[in-house]
């Protein structure tokens, strides 16, 4: 077990080693170096930099330089944004993003789930085939329509939500819609081929068989089985998730992670943009990791490589 | 049946030996038997179960259909895409079928058919113009009306959701066959070297999938947007969109080369590949003439799945304003377009949906497809309904 940690987190120093070197190379390779190119850049910023990233020493030296930086968590200053240091950049937009990725996966999550039970429960009713239309569908239809239909049908037509903004529960709510809507289609589709598989399995028939009523059936023994391949899915899912909450967070004024990301992006703040693509990385590693040993938890066949 | 084509006993299947050849008219028998036979190939035989597969095919029809519109999109009567009458600010969908405006390009010529030509759909290359020529022949100026309304500077929608297919539909396709390279020489080369090599190449692609992507990607454009960079790429001809593809088609061929890798393992322990080296075939020639094509159906099922995936990633990009650039459009742009018009004062819902619309449905096509192709492929199904 702890060998596997270990090594997982090996493989991680060396995937972020990877993104960081590829990005470095890629930032030297702007003619003039991404610091001193910069004509609006002002005296005071400039001169910062120049202490801080030591233009004139050797490429060599200086990558090493910012690996060292990097590896103690510090991440320089916002070359956009006066006075705001990257971290403080991260701290600020990190919870934001992860309140609205978690709740938009946990309703990915319990719709999917329970759909997909539903539908298999009921295989071939009107509930399935209703359930499975829309999710068949809402697989197909990027997340910003998602977002801009509903923008419309629930901020203009019906005033129910407000249109953007971050601060209270309603703002959460159609982001967290938009971006969950077709992990919750596909979750539950793989849902209900799990369930089908396992239900037609003998140990459920015995369990039906001894008296035990339907939601017993389902919750206590079909559901652990069926799960296994939505828990697989986790992984792909929280990197759209990520991917996705980038352009929600933008359609909503969300200010988030994303939002910073994609200003930094449109206004060639490296520093902060490198920085931020190392946190993703970071994150989907992470979350890639706890699916990895979730799995392990969930299904006692699989045992952790050793 | 060997029983039934031999009529010599003693060389009958029922534990004799072949101890002796046959005659020669037992061949004749034998080729004239199979003769009436008609060997069924495996794609043959993948074509008359996809034929079956409805929905696969329904999404087919739309794919040619939207491919055949986009590409022929020039000649077809549509308004001009990029011509800006503000006077027609958001007007609604109209339910006419021709435009009260006309093109204004019939009777033109020389310069000034130039100039218009120039205003109405910019600098095209020469087989746009031709077929920009051929329309004005044929149906001179008239124009389809604003089915799908206007835009914020009076641009007809239904128009440039024509010429974004073209874009948004080659970046898909192009970006997918780079990937398609890669990921199968990339993937043929790790499965057939096996050992130390397979192994090597397998971990790099394992550090790369947990790379995520969308982030390096807006990281790239960050820099390619860089004045200096931009002013070069400009000088020296290069297109954004050429750019594109190329990074795209060099994020996606993770998956292909991982299945492909896996495809060759099992392939190259078998007899034909033994057989193909005994007579002296090279790395090379094992690699692309014995062991690609038999990994054919494979990569076809993931390119078509691999597309969707391809142009999500532009529509996003475009949608965050740091893909496709104006004056060309694309879906992901038309989409961004009719989220920033969207106002408590009025909704332009035509801005928003029909971009979307057309989006969705092609990714649906495309996903039904691929599955379609998926089951059709599927080797454990041949000779079975």
Same mark, same amino acid.
């Given at each position: 077990?702890?060998?596997?940690?270990?090594?997982? *987190?090996?493989?991680?120093?060396? $995937?972020?080693?990877?993104?960081?070197?590829? &990005?470095?190379?890629?930032?030297?390779?702007?003619?003039?170096?991404?610091?001193? &190119?910069?004509?609006? +850049? &002002?005296?005071?910023?400039?001169?910062?930099?120049?202490?801080?990233?030591? *233009?004139?020493?050797?490429?060599?030296?200086?990558?090493?330089?910012? +690996?060292?930086?990097?590896?103690?968590?510090?991440?320089?200053?916002?070359?956009?944004?006066?006075?705001?240091?990257?971290?403080?950049?991260?701290?600020?937009?990190?919870?934001?993003?992860?309140?609205?990725?978690?709740?938009?996966?946990?309703?990915? +999550?319990?719709?999917?789930? $329970?759909?997909?039970?539903? &539908?298999?429960?009921?295989?071939?009713?009107? $509930?399935?085939?209703?359930?499975?239309?829309?999710?068949?569908?809402?697989?197909?239809?990027?997340?910003?329509?998602?977002?801009?239909?509903?923008?419309?049908?629930?901020?203009?037509?019906?005033?129910?939500?407000?249109?953007?903004?971050?601060?209270?529960?309603?703002? *959460?709510?159609?982001?967290?819609? =938009?971006?969950?809507?077709?992990?919750?289609?596909?979750?539950?589709?793989?849902?209900?081929?799990?369930?089908?598989?396992?239900?037609?399995?003998?140990?459920?028939?015995?369990?039906? =068989?001894?008296?035990?009523?339907?939601?017993?059936?389902?919750?206590?023994?079909?559901?652990?089985?069926?799960?296994?391949?939505?828990?697989?899915?986790?992984?792909?899912?929280?990197?759209?998730?990520?991917?996705?909450?980038?352009?929600?967070?933008?359609?909503?004024?969300?200010?988030?992670?994303?939002?910073?990301?994609?200003?930094?992006?449109?206004?060639?703040?490296?520093?902060?943009?490198?920085?931020?693509?190392?946190?993703? $990385?970071?994150?989907?590693?992470?979350?890639?990791?706890?699916?990895? +040993?979730?799995?392990?938890?969930?299904?006692?066949?699989?045992?952790?490589?050793? | 049946?060997?029983?039934?084509?031999?009529?010599?006993?003693?060389?009958?299947?029922?534990?004799? %030996?072949?101890? %002796?050849?046959?005659?020669?008219?037992?061949?004749?028998?034998?080729?004239?038997?199979?003769?009436?036979?008609?060997?069924?190939?495996?794609?043959?035989?993948?074509?008359?179960?996809?034929?079956?597969?409805?929905? !696969?095919?329904?999404? #087919?029809?739309?794919?040619?259909?939207?491919?055949?519109?986009?590409?022929?999109?020039?000649?077809?009567?549509?308004?001009?895409?990029?011509?800006?009458?503000?006077?027609?600010?958001?007007?609604?969908?109209?339910?006419?079928?021709?435009?009260?405006?006309?093109?204004?390009?019939?009777?033109?010529?020389?310069? !000034?058919?130039?100039?218009?030509?120039?205003?109405?759909?910019?600098?095209?290359? !020469? @087989?746009?113009?031709?077929?920009?020529?051929?329309?004005?022949?044929?149906?001179?100026?008239?124009?389809?009306?604003?089915?799908?309304?206007?835009?914020?500077?009076?641009?007809?929608?239904? !128009?440039?959701? @024509?010429?974004?297919?073209?874009?948004?539909? #080659?970046?898909?396709?192009?970006?997918?066959?780079?990937?398609?390279?890669?990921?199968?020489?990339?993937?043929?080369?790790?499965?057939?070297?096996?050992?130390?090599?397979?192994?090597?190449?397998?971990?790099?692609?394992?550090?790369?999938?947990?790379?995520?992507?969308?982030?390096?990607?807006?990281?790239?454009?960050?820099? #390619?947007?860089?004045?200096?960079?931009?002013?070069?790429?400009?000088?020296?001809?290069?297109?954004?969109?050429?750019?594109?593809?190329?990074?795209?088609?060099?994020?996606?061929?993770?998956?292909?080369?991982?299945?492909?890798?896996?495809?060759?393992?099992?392939?190259?322990?078998?007899?034909?590949?033994?057989?193909?080296?005994?007579?002296?075939?090279?790395?090379?020639?094992?690699?692309?003439?014995?062991?690609?094509?038999?990994?054919?159906?494979?990569?076809?099922?993931?390119?078509?799945?691999?597309?969707?995936?391809?142009?999500?990633?532009?529509?996003?990009?475009?949608?965050?304003?740091?893909?496709?650039?104006?004056?060309?459009?694309?879906?992901?742009?038309?989409?961004?377009?009719?989220?920033?018009?969207?106002?408590?004062?009025?909704?332009?819902?035509?801005?928003?949906?029909?971009?979307?619309?057309?989006?969705?449905?092609?990714?649906?096509?495309?996903?039904?497809?691929?599955?379609?192709? %998926?089951?059709?492929?599927?080797?454990?199904?041949?000779?079975?309904?």
């Amino acid at each position: 077990m702890t060998q596997f940690i270990l090594r997982r *987190l090996v493989w991680m120093a060396l $995937t972020l080693w990877a993104v960081f070197t590829i &990005s470095f190379i890629l930032m030297k390779s702007v003619p003039g170096g991404p610091y001193s &190119s910069e004509r609006a +850049l &002002s005296p005071e910023i400039q001169k910062n930099f120049e202490a801080r990233y030591g *233009l004139d020493k050797p490429l060599i030296e200086q990558y090493f330089d910012q +690996l060292t930086y990097a590896i103690t968590f510090d991440l320089g200053m916002s070359t956009r944004l006066k006075d705001f240091t990257v971290n403080e950049v991260i701290a600020q937009g990190l919870p934001i993003s992860a309140t609205l990725g978690v709740i938009a996966l946990s309703f990915a +999550l319990i719709l999917g789930l $329970t759909t997909g039970v539903l &539908s298999a429960l009921g295989r071939g009713t009107f $509930t399935d085939v209703f359930f499975m239309s829309i999710a068949t569908v809402g697989i197909a239809i990027p997340n910003f329509v998602i977002a801009s239909i509903t923008i419309i049908l629930f901020v203009f037509l019906w005033q129910l939500f407000p249109a953007a903004g971050w601060g209270s529960a309603s703002h *959460l709510i159609l982001p967290a819609f =938009a971006l969950g809507a077709p992990y919750a289609a596909y979750i539950a589709r793989l849902t209900r081929t799990g369930m089908l598989e396992v239900l037609s399995q003998d140990y459920i028939r015995t369990a039906r =068989a001894k008296g035990l009523p339907t939601y017993q059936v389902v919750y206590r023994h079909a559901l652990q089985g069926a799960i296994l391949p939505v828990v697989s899915y986790l992984g792909p899912a929280i990197a759209g998730v990520l991917t996705g909450s980038v352009v929600i967070e933008r359609i909503f004024s969300i200010p988030g992670l994303g939002s910073h990301f994609i200003d930094a992006a449109l206004q060639r703040d490296y520093t902060l943009a490198m920085s931020l693509v190392l946190v993703y $990385t970071t994150l989907l590693y992470t979350m890639n990791f706890l699916v990895d +040993l979730s799995y392990t938890f969930l299904d006692p066949r699989v045992k952790i490589p050793s | 049946m060997p029983s039934e084509i031999n009529k010599e006993p003693s060389i009958n299947s029922k534990g004799a %030996r072949w101890d %002796r050849l046959p005659d020669t008219y037992n061949y004749e028998d034998l080729l004239g038997e199979a003769k009436k036979y008609k060997g069924v190939s495996l794609s043959q035989d993948a074509w008359k179960r996809l034929k079956k597969n409805k929905a !696969a095919m329904a999404a #087919l029809s739309f794919l040619i259909l939207i491919s055949i519109l986009a590409i022929l999109t020039p000649f077809l009567p549509f308004q001009s895409p990029r011509n800006t009458q503000t006077e027609l600010q958001f007007q609604g969908p109209q339910f006419s079928i021709l435009s009260d405006q006309g093109l204004g390009l019939a009777t033109l010529s020389g310069t !000034a058919y130039e100039q218009r030509l120039d205003l109405l759909f910019g600098d095209k290359n !020469a @087989f746009d113009r031709m077929l920009i020529a051929g329309r004005v022949n044929l149906f001179g100026d008239a124009c389809f009306a604003s089915w799908c309304g206007r835009d914020e500077l009076g641009r007809d929608v239904l !128009a440039r959701l @024509f010429w974004g297919a073209r874009v948004s539909l #080659l970046v898909g396709l192009v970006a997918a066959l780079v990937s398609l390279i890669i990921g199968v020489t990339y993937g043929a080369i790790s499965g057939y070297q096996g050992g130390m090599i397979d192994n090597l190449m397998m971990r790099f692609v394992d550090v790369l999938y947990s790379v995520p992507f969308f982030f390096v990607v807006i990281f790239i454009i960050t820099i #390619l947007n860089a004045p200096d960079i931009k002013s070069f790429m400009i000088e020296n001809g290069i297109d954004r969109i050429l750019i594109f593809f190329l990074v795209i088609g060099l994020v996606y061929w993770l998956t292909m080369a991982r299945v492909v890798r896996g495809q060759i393992l099992s392939l190259k322990e078998q007899q034909f590949i033994e057989a193909a080296r005994t007579i002296g075939a090279g790395n090379t020639r094992i690699i692309f003439k014995h062991l690609i094509p038999n990994v054919f159906s494979i990569v076809i099922v993931y390119l078509t799945l691999t597309i969707p995936q391809v142009m999500l990633f532009e529509a996003f990009l475009s949608f965050l304003g740091l893909g496709v650039e104006p004056p060309d459009v694309s879906w992901g742009m038309l989409a961004n377009d009719g989220v920033r018009a969207i106002s408590p004062l009025k909704i332009y819902w035509w801005l928003v949906v029909y971009p979307g619309l057309m989006l969705a449905a092609t990714l649906f096509a495309l996903n039904f497809l691929g599955d379609g192709l %998926r089951d059709a492929l599927d080797p454990r199904m041949k000779n079975r309904s």
